[in-house]
């Protein structure tokens, strides 16, 4: 098992900047991967940022936070990093941490219970 703590979400204006970090626990050398989801209400889930725990490649699929947002890791303490500069309203949501865990063949998903983040006009 595979668990994973998410803290740094908030209040902020518009034009600022907040740093998510997600913890991750437990069976932690299975891990292949992590990223960052966000869900606004009435909204889909879209991956925000991907990092490869073996490489270090980093994706950002959401063409609205490139040059905004950066994913970064720790691997010596099993953390993630969500930099998020000039944040506007649109990126309101809660975020949640993700992280791909390989057993033999088998890929298995764990979630963090999510960050809220909101940002003012």
């Known amino acids: 098992q595979v668990q994973l703590v998410e803290s740094g979400g908030g209040l902020v204006q518009a034009g600022g900047s907040l740093r998510l970090s997600c913890a991750a626990s437990?069976?932690?050398?299975?891990?292949?991967?992590m990223g960052w989801y966000r869900q606004a209400p009435g909204k889909e889930r879209e991956l925000v940022a991907h990092?490869?725990?073996?490489?270090?490649?980093?994706?950002y699929p959401a063409d609205s936070v490139k040059g905004r947002f950066t994913i970064s890791g720790d691997n010596a303490k099993n953390t993630v990093y969500l930099q998020m500069n000039n944040l506007k309203p649109g990126d309101s949501a809660v975020y949640s941490c993700?992280?791909?865990?390989?057993?033999?063949?088998?890929?298995?998903?764990?979630w963090g219970q999510g960050t809220q983040v909101t940002v003012s006009s």
């Open positions: 437990g069976d932690t050398a299975c891990l292949t991967a």
């Open positions: 990092i490869s725990i073996s490489s270090g490649e980093r994706t």
């Open positions: 993700n992280a791909v865990c390989l057993r033999g063949i088998l890929n298995t998903f764990y």
